[in-house]
Nanobody, 128 residues
């Protein structure tokens, strides 16, 4: 089992920045790629960014490219999402996720199905 706990959310003004963290514990050695998803009120959960198990490969949703950076430590215990130039439409609950499945291409992790573990989510509110 792997436990994921997000932190760093809150209220921020538009064009500001926010840094989300995800602390992983338990059997983290079994995890492969990790990712961030978000869910706005009345909408489905959507992919934001993912990073490979070695941290050397990343993939982003088009709506965050150039504004967000995903990173992780070598011990696989911390996942980071640095968000800059925030917009009101970035307001959502953000979820950290971890996969134990191995796919050839990083783009395979841009969907919910590969992920086995999820955090409880953290609110990010961007005021315009």
């Amino acid at each position: 089992q792997v436990q994921l706990v997000e932190s760093g959310g809150g209220l921020v003004q538009a064009v500001g920045s926010l840094r989300l963290s995800c602390a992983a514990s338990g059997h983290t050695a079994s995890t492969d790629a990790m990712g961030w998803f978000r869910q706005a009120p009345g909408k489905e959960r959507e992919f934001v960014a993912t990073i490979s198990w070695r941290g050397d490969n990343t993939y982003y949703a088009d709506f965050v490219k150039g504004r967000c950076t995903i990173s992780r430590d070598n011990a696989k215990t911390t996942l980071i999402l640095q968000m800059d130039s925030l917009k009101s439409e970035d307001t959502a609950v953000y979820y950290c996720a971890a996969s134990t499945k191995l796919y050839l291409h990083i783009t395979e992790y841009a969907r919910m199905n590969p992920y086995d573990y999820w955090g409880q989510g953290i609110q990010v509110t961007v005021s315009s």
